[in-house]
């Protein structure tokens, strides 16, 4: 099961509170505004600066 549409409208970067989309694998959360992947880990967000990846 993939992260809900409905939790998807929720969701915001922990960083600049901008909203997050599903990337293209459905494995991440990108905000686009601070260049971050967030990951999904057994379908749960993990919504932590810490464990964001940086997007080139």
Do not use: F, H, W
């Not at 990337?23 to 967030?38: D, I, K, P, Q, W």
Request: proline share 7%.
């Amino acid at each position: 099961m993939a992260v809900s549409q409905e939790l998807l409208e929720i969701l915001a970067c922990p960083k600049c509170k901008q909203p997050v989309t599903l990337n293209a694998a459905g494995t991440g959360l990108v905000c686009s505004a601070c260049r971050l992947e967030y990951p999904i880990v057994d379908d749960i967000p993990v919504m932590l600066i810490d464990e964001a990846r940086t997007l080139e």
